[in-house]
């Protein structure tokens, strides 16, 4: 492949995930984008803390 064609390519798929879409790939997978919504996480010391919101991205190969 040209390297321009696969720059461009990935150029692509980093806007639709920056604009949180999710993104499929025919015959590789797709990228899925998800929110993450803040929580509280409690430690074995019986420590608490509010951890953060945060946006993941996972990628689901296809079969």
Do not use: C, W
Request: aromatic share 12%; glycine share 4%; hydrophobic share 35%.
């Amino acid at each position: 492949m040209d390297k321009k064609f696969i720059k461009a390519f990935s150029e692509v798929i980093r806007e639709e995930i920056a604009r949180k879409n999710d993104v499929y790939l025919e015959g590789v997978g797709r990228f899925e984008f998800e929110h993450q919504k803040q929580f509280q996480k409690q430690y074995d010391s019986g420590r608490v803390v509010m951890m953060p919101p945060k946006d993941t991205i996972t990628f689901i190969p296809e079969n």
